[in-house]
């Protein structure tokens, strides 16, 4: 069964980039047709779908936060890598990584609430806080 951890600093600066790791175990990321998402609940508020990787390395973004994600992966490593740029105090949320299979739903990467059921496998979460 797929494993997924998310790594990364629990505090970042405000104008600086969040950059977490999700590493991957019994599974690859390279295996047809996965994609490898990230994804954040902020305090108080649903699952939002920040971006994604597929097992070809092609990368997916939410309209809302393209200019500030970039997604990545080391394929030596079974690890893939968010980092968004320019954090306030907004970006302030538990994230998460996770796996699909095929496309992610269009509903999710047009801003619907994520739901659990949305993605097979799931990161256990890691809080980040932007502060200064």
């Known amino acids: 069964q797929v494993q997924l951890q998310e790594s990364g600093p629990g505090l970042v600066r ?10 991957v175990s019994g599974g690859s990321i390279t295996t047809t047709p996965s994609y490898w998402s990230w994804i954040r609940q902020p305090p108080g508020k649903g699952l939002r779908w920040i971006g994604a990787i597929s097992y070809t390395g092609s990368t997916n973004y939410s309209p809302s936060l393209k200019s500030r994600t970039s997604i990545s992966r080391d394929t030596s490593k079974n690890q893939f890598t968010l980092q968004l740029t320019s ?3 907004e970006d302030t949320a538990v994230y998460y990584c996770a796996r699909g299979w095929g496309l992610p ?3 999710v990467v047009a801003g619907r609430a994520v739901g659990r059921a949305d993605f097979g496998s799931w990161g256990q979460g890691i809080q980040v806080t932007v502060s200064s």
């Open 87 to 89: 954090v306030t105090p």
């Open 14 to 23: 405000p104008s600086q980039t969040l950059s977490l790791t999700c590493t």
């Open 105 to 107: 739903p269009v509903a």
